[in-house]
């Protein structure tokens, strides 16, 4: 078993930045591909970004390209998602999730076992 611990939403003027973490317990973390979704009120659950296990393969939505930065310390069990020049259209409960035993992430959220209970992040124009 796996549990995912989200912290560093909060409330930001647009142009602002935040950094999120996501603590994960359990042995198998460094096995494991890590991903980030947000979900915004009225919509459905989106990705964001996505880490492999090693930490040396990246992957990003278009709208968060060039401006989010997603890594990880195997050592400390945490991921984080650094946001730089937000956007109110990037408010929503941002979520971390993680794949059990497998190297690469996921733009898919079926294909991911274990999720954090997510972390507000509002952007105010």
């Known amino acids: 078993q796996v549990q995912l611990a989200e912290s560093g939403g909060g409330l930001v003027q647009a142009g602002g930045s935040l950094r999120l973490s996501c603590e994960a317990s359990?042995?198998?973390?460094?096995?494991?591909?890590m991903g980030w979704f947000r979900q915004a009120p009225g919509k459905e659950r989106e990705f964001v970004t996505a880490?492999?296990?090693?930490?040396?393969?990246?992957y990003y939505a278009d709208s968060v390209k060039g401006r989010f930065t997603i890594s990880r310390d195997n050592a400390k069990n945490t991921v984080y998602l650094q946001m730089n020049s937000l956007k109110p259209e990037d408010t929503a409960v941002y979520y971390c999730?993680?794949?059990?035993?497998?190297?690469?992430?996921?733009?898919?959220?079926?294909?991911?076992?274990?999720w954090g209970q997510g972390t507000q992040v509002t952007v105010s124009s």
């Open positions: 999730a993680a794949i059990f035993a497998r190297t690469f992430g996921s733009r898919y959220s079926r294909d991911y076992d274990y």
């Open positions: 359990g042995r198998t973390f460094s096995s494991s591909a």
């Open positions: 880490i492999s296990s090693s930490g040396g393969t990246t």
